[in-house]
């Protein structure tokens, strides 16, 4: 009896949140690629047309851009990942974890970052100005 293989169903519902929970990851990975590539965008424009005034501004902001780029492509990554390996456990019916919390708080941590970054520039040139 205990080498027997298992009898458990999988319910057709687990395939369709594993699919959903890709789908929503790939949803924030072209979030943050979009935003980073308005960011770069923006940065360019800065520069071109406003001069040497901020060219130091347009290069911090250039560089957050392409790590939030970065940031894009690890999640694109490791969703293409995740998604396999949770199919393979449902097919198998494994035991989980189906669960991630690596890199949830890792983009958290990462997109406050970023957001820290830019109000604290903010901070500064407001407070240069005055």
Do not use: Q
């Not at 393979?88 to 708080?105: C, E, I, Q, V």
């Not at 406050?112 to 109000?119: M, R």
């Amino acid at each position: 009896m205990a080498g027997e293989p298992s009898l458990r169903r999988t319910e057709a519902k687990a395939y369709f949140a594993n699919e959903r929970t890709f789908l929503h990851w790939m949803n924030m990975a072209v979030t943050i690629g979009s935003i980073s590539a308005a960011m770069s965008g923006v940065a360019g424009h800065a520069h071109r047309k406003w001069g040497d005034d901020f060219t130091s501004g347009a290069t911090i902001v250039r560089v957050l851009s392409m790590l939030m780029l970065l940031l894009s492509i690890i999640i694109a990554v490791w969703s293409g990942f995740n998604f396999n390996s949770r199919a393979n456990m449902l097919t198998l019916k494994g035991d989980g974890p189906y669960d991630s919390r690596f890199l949830p708080a890792t983009i958290a941590v990462c997109l406050v970052s970023a957001l820290a970054v830019v109000f604290s520039g903010a901070v500064v040139r407001l407070h240069a100005e005055t």
